[in-house]
């Protein structure tokens, strides 16, 4: 069994900076692509930001060079610095971890719980 659990989220003023984690434990033998997605109300989940396990980034334009996404393999966790946040980046934001969990296994994607972003105005 594969868990995600993210943490960082909150209420932030316009202008301020937050920082959301995810962690992954359980049975896993390989990473690949690791993921930020967000949902805000009356919307579709929309792709934040991705890197891959090359290390290759790459950002919506909404939040290009504003957001930072990283990885620590040996933690299996991924991380996203958001900065200069406005009130549009609110939002609750899941991570996704594509991964296998033995061997010979297929890559399949894996999901945190959700972390709730507010930015007030």
């Known amino acids: 069994q594969v868990q995600l659990v993210e943490s960082g989220g909150g209420l932030v003023q316009t202008g301020g900076s937050l920082r959301l984690s995810c962690a992954a434990s359980?049975?896993?033998?390989?990473?690949?692509?690791m993921a930020w997605y967000r949902q805000a109300p009356g919307k579709q989940r929309e792709l934040v930001a991705v890197?891959?396990?090359?290390?290759?980034?790459n950002y919506a334009d909404s939040v290009k060079g504003r957001f930072t996404i990283s990885r620590d393999n040996a933690k299996i966790t991924v991380n996203l610095q958001m900065n200069s946040l406005k009130p549009e980046d609110t939002a609750v934001y899941y991570c996704?971890?594509?991964?296998?969990?033995?061997?010979?296994?297929?890559?399949?994607?894996?999901w945190g719980q959700g972390t709730q972003v507010t930015v007030s105005s």
């Open positions: 996704k971890i594509r991964l296998g969990r033995r061997p010979s296994s297929i890559l399949e994607d894996y």
């Open positions: 359980g049975s896993i033998f390989r990473i690949n692509n």
């Open positions: 890197i891959t396990s090359g290390g290759v980034t």
